[in-house]
């Protein structure tokens, strides 16, 4: 397989995943491999993952949960954490996504909600500039540079006013920070948006690439879904090798998160993304020729952009050839104080809480979204849940048999995830022994040894029970009353 050797500083890589921690073990030619930071510990990592640092395999920590789209500033303990696990696992970099994963709270007064997934952020000045005050916030707590990845999309917001490769060559140019770039995300994103791959990657600051993520999907609902549980499609292939002629990059990696097929098919895989990066090579007058939009002109901000950034230690300045004529640009008036970026911070998160309600606690749809869409993502959000409740509970489905599914989506259409999945499964078993379910006393008494043992108190009794339901009517009514007051504007003092 010498002719396939990818020359790249990473190389061709895989997604650690316990299901096929022997099989990546074993495939050949694996380069570095790359594990969900929130499936590990720092002070007990898995024997798979040791026994690949021993023989020098790179290991990349990929975090999902720090939401540094969100309008809040990141959470200092989820930093801690992620910081600890990339000591632990001597890596390179870290990783992390363009998104946000919860909304509420505090700054907007609205109950706080987690989605259970990435969502986009909206392409604005605002949420650039949260974006990128939240980066700096995360690379000054990490030890090693930090990268962040461009994620799928089923919706697109309303009165957008960046394209996706000027947001993100703003961003770099502003903070210095690298890009994963997913190319099975431009797919998907190409599929339901309508964004031409070719264009976004024509536009990309390509000097700060850190890797590439590589995954499979499939259409359901009339949309793409970029679901890591299936065979990388040839369109997916085709963005790759069309990423690869303009610059060589650092490293490629297969992601798959479900349905893992034999080892044989994941080994196949990998020699077509290293046939596929063979077979690209990089054309030089294209390497560095992104970041600039059609024309060569970036758009004229109204409020005027920050100032852009030096780059961190450890980070890659923005490459000349490539960063936007500023002088096409106005600049951005100094603040008199912190007010306006509390006030650009709640115009953020008003509208994100907004949309993150009406998905998962069936508000209204915010202004301007395709209705039908919505749905289709709020499916989709419902279903992630009952996955991976499944998984972090494998005891659940195993005692409900068939029941598990369609009576955990009856529960998530009313009870929003406000406290991870481990709560979340918690919530769900009490809700249904509340109900007296399920009717077989059998597996009622099972379940409720399961809740009793993991929730350290009695099973819930009849005064508990109303408690209970006095709960779900304020929640219930506290939810619907955010939907209703919408994107109103917020105090800055």
Not at 87 to 92: C, D, I, K, R, S
Not at 297 to 318: D, E, I, K, N, V
Request: glycine content about 10%.
């Amino acid at each position: 397989m010498g002719d396939l050797k990818d020359p790249a500083e990473l190389g061709v890589g895989i997604g650690w995943r316990p299901e096929i921690a022997e099989a990546v073990e074993a495939l050949p030619g694996v380069d570095w491999v790359e594990v969900v930071a929130e499936n590990i510990c720092a002070d007990h990592l898995p024997d798979s993952l040791r026994r690949l640092r021993a023989r020098g395999t790179t290991v990349v920590p990929h975090g999902v949960s720090l939401g540094l789209g969100g309008a809040d500033r990141p959470d200092a303990g989820r930093l801690a954490s992620l910081a600890e696990k990339a000591e632990a696992l001597g890596a390179p970099l870290v990783t992390e996504h363009i998104a946000f994963v919860r909304a509420g709270g505090p700054l907007t007064a609205t109950p706080l909600l987690e989605a259970g997934h990435l969502l986009p952020v909206p392409r604005t000045w605002d949420a650039l500039d949260v974006l990128c005050e939240n980066v700096r916030i995360a690379q000054d707590a990490l030890p090693v540079p930090l990268a962040l990845e461009n994620i799928a999309a089923l919706v697109a917001w309303p009165g957008e006013e960046l394209t996706e490769g000027q947001f993100l060559s703003e961003l770099v140019e502003r903070t210095g920070v690298r890009l994963l770039i997913d190319v099975a995300n431009l797919h998907t994103n190409h599929v339901n948006r309508g964004e031409d791959p070719a264009e976004a990657l024509a536009s990309l600051p390509v000097e700060a690439l850190a890797y590439v993520h590589v995954a499979g999907g499939l259409e359901r609902d009339g949309v793409w879904h970029d679901t890591h549980a299936h065979p990388v499609p040839g369109a997916v292939l085709d963005i790759l090798a069309d990423l690869s002629s303009r610059v060589t990059p650092p490293g490629v990696l297969l992601e798959r998160d479900d349905h893992f097929p034999p080892p044989e098919e994941l080994a196949a895989e990998l020699t077509t993304i290293r046939r596929t990066l063979a077979a690209a090579r990089p054309r030089p007058l294209l390497i560095g020729a992104g970041a600039r939009v059609s024309g060569g002109a970036m758009p004229t901000r109204p409020a005027a952009a920050a100032p852009a950034a030096s780059a961190p230690p450890g980070h890659p300045p923005a490459d000349p050839r490539t960063a936007p004529d500023r002088a096409e640009r106005p600049e951005r008036p100094e603040h008199a104080g912190t007010a306006g970026t509390r006030a650009v911070r709640q115009r953020v998160g008003v509208a994100e809480a907004a949309l993150l309600s009406a998905l998962v606690a069936g508000t209204p749809a915010p202004e301007g979204f395709d209705v039908r869409r919505l749905g289709v993502q709020s499916r989709a959000l419902a279903g992630k849940r009952a996955d991976v409740v499944a998984k972090v509970a494998p005891e659940l489905p195993e005692i409900l048999g068939d029941d598990y599914r369609p009576a955990f989506l009856a529960y998530a259409r009313s009870r929003p995830m406000t406290d991870g999945y481990r709560h979340d499964a918690l919530d769900f078993v009490e809700g249904l022994l509340v109900a007296g379910r399920p009717e077989d006393a059998a597996a009622r008494r099972r379940l409720t040894d399961w809740w009793r043992e993991r929730a350290g108190v009695r099973p819930p009794g009849p005064a508990a029970r109303l408690a209970h339901r006095v709960r779900g009517v304020v929640r219930d009514a506290a939810s619907r009353a955010a939907g209703r007051r919408g994107p109103v504007e917020v105090s800055g003092s």
